[in-house]
C-alpha cells in the first residue's frame, strides 16, 4: 500500500481491507453453457421479450418510479392474500437482506446464520460492523435443522436477527414446516426467512406471517420469475416491520422498467406454473442421472438446482476442466462449510441439462 493509500485506508469503513471476494472470480472464458448462478433460462425467451417490448411502450424513463412502488405492492399483496402494507420492495433479495441487517444490527450486536447457507447474510452483517453468530446444519446428506441445538446456542438481545433458507441455498433441501416453527417461535429476536426458492419447493410460510410478528420472508424474482438481470427483491412481513423498513429505502430504490416487468411477469400465471412444472420434472431427470454416475453423490432438491459432491476426484478441477474445455460454467460450492469438494448446478432448459450431464460424463470419464 502506498502512503496515500494508507491515508486514505483509515477513512475507510470496510471490514474487508479490500479482500471481500463474494463474487466468484471474473469468468473469461466463453461459457455455452451458462448455470453457475441459479438463473431462470426456463423462462421462454421469446415471453421475457414480449414483456420487455410492453414495458418500453409504458415507461418514460425521463420520470422517476413510484416512491414505494405501490401498485406493484398491491399485486404482490393480492397473490399472496396480505395488505398492500405489508410488503416492501427492494432492488434485488440482496438488497432486502442488505436492510434487513441494517434495521437490527450496528457494533456491539449480532446475526446468526446456520451453515452451510447464502454467503449474502454473513457479507451483510460485516458490513453493517455486526458479529456473525455461525450455527450448523447438521452434516450431509440430511444437512438438517436442530431446534433445540440453535436455540441454545444463540445469545438473546446479542443476537439480534436469525437468517434461516428454506429451501436453502446452496443444500437444496427444504426444512420441516414444524421445525421452523419451532425456531420462529422461540427465537426471542427477529427472524428473516429467504424464500428465494419455495415456488420450486412443497412449501412457503407466508400463512404463517399471522402467528409470528418477529417473522419477515423475504423473496428474490430473480428466480422463478426469470428476473435476475432486473433486480427486483421483496419482503412480507407484519405492517409494522414493513413500515420500519420502508424508513431505511432510500428514495426510489427500484428503477421504472423492473417495476413494469415486475408487474407484467406476476400476472403471467399459466407462463409461470409451466416453468415450475418444466423445472421440477427436468430436476429429476438430472438427479437420476447424476446418481448414475460413478463418484457423484446429488443431493435431493427442492429448488432449481442440485449440488453433488464428487468422490475421488477434484471438484475445483472438475469444475475448471467443464468451463475450459466444454464452455459450461458450474459453481464449486467447496470453500462453503459442510460442502467439500461440491460443486452446483441450476436447472434451466432440457438442452443445457442435457449439454451439462454429456459434458460432465466425458470429463469424468478423462479423468
Ligand atoms: C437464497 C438466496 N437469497 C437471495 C438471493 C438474492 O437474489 P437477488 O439479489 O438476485 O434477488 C439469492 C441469489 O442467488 C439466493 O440464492
Avoid: W
Wanted: charged fraction near 25%; proline fraction near 5%; glycine fraction near 6%.
Amino acid at each position: 500500500m502506498t502512503e496515500k493509500e494508507n491515508n486514505l485506508d483509515q477513512l475507510i469503513n470496510d471490514p474487508f481491507k479490500g479482500k471481500s471476494g463474494f463474487m466468484p472470480a471474473k469468468i473469461k472464458d466463453e461459457i455455452k453453457v451458462r448455470i453457475g448462478l441459479n438463473e431462470n433460462l426456463a423462462f421462454p425467451e421469446e415471453l421475457m421479450k414480449k414483456l420487455i417490448k410492453e414495458v418500453a411502450e409504458r415507461v418514460d424513463p425521463r420520470i422517476y418510479p413510484e416512491d414505494y412502488c405501490d401498485s406493484l405492492c398491491n399485486l404482490i399483496a393480492s397473490d399472496y392474500d396480505l395488505l398492500p402494507n405489508q410488503v416492501v420492495i427492494g432492488n434485488g433479495g440482496d438488497k432486502i437482506i442488505d436492510l434487513m441487517v441494517r434495521l437490527t444490527i450496528k457494533a456491539g450486536f449480532s446475526a446468526a446464520i446456520i451453515a452451510p447457507t447464502y454467503p449474502m447474510y454473513e457479507h451483510a452483517i460485516k458490513v453493517q460492523g455486526g458479529d456473525v453468530t455461525e450455527l450448523y446444519l447438521t452434516d450431509a446428506p440430511e444437512y438438517d435443522l436442530d431446534p433445540d441445538y440453535i436455540l441454545s446456542n444463540i445469545t438473546p438481545k446479542k443476537d439480534r436477527l436469525l437468517f434461516l433458507c428454506s429451501p436453502n441455498n446452496p443444500t437444496g433441501n427444504q426444512f420441516d414446516e414444524h421445525k421452523l416453527r419451532k425456531i420462529i417461535a422461540e427465537f426471542p429476536g427477529i427472524v428473516a426467512l429467504d424464500e428465494t426458492y419455495t415456488d420450486f419447493g412443497g412449501y412457503s410460510l407466508v400463512n404463517a406471517l399471522k402467528d409470528y410478528p418477529n417473522l419477515i420472508i423475504m423473496k428474490s424474482m430473480s428466480k422463478f420469475h426469470g428476473m435476475a438481470g432486473m433486480r427486483l427483491g421483496f419482503a412480507l412481513a407484519d405492517e409494522f416491520l414493513i413500515s420500519r423498513l420502508k424508513e431505511l429505502l432510500p428514495a426510489f430504490n427500484v428503477n421504472i422498467a423492473s417495476l413494469e416487468l415486475a408487474k407484467l411477469v406476476l400476472q403471467e400465471k399459466e407462463a409461470l406454473s409451466k416453468i415450475v412444472s418444466n423445472i421440477v420434472s427436468e430436476r429429476e431427470i438430472v438427479y437420476k442421472r447424476l446418481e448414475a454416475i460413478d463418484g457423484i453423490i446429488p443431493y435431493k432438491s427442492f429448488t432449481n438446482f442440485i449440488m453433488f459432491r464428487l468422490d475421488g476426484m477434484d471438484a475445483a478441477e472438475i469444475q475448471q476442466k467443464l468451463l475450459k474445455e466444454k464452455g459450461v460454467l458450474v459453481r464449486n460450492m467447496s470453500a462453503i462449510p459442510k460442502c467439500e469438494n461440491s460443486l452446483r448446478m441450476s436447472i434451466t432448459t432440457k438442452e443445457n441439462n442435457l449439454a451439462f450431464l454429456n459434458a460432465l460424463e466425458e470429463t469424468i470419464s478423462n479423468y
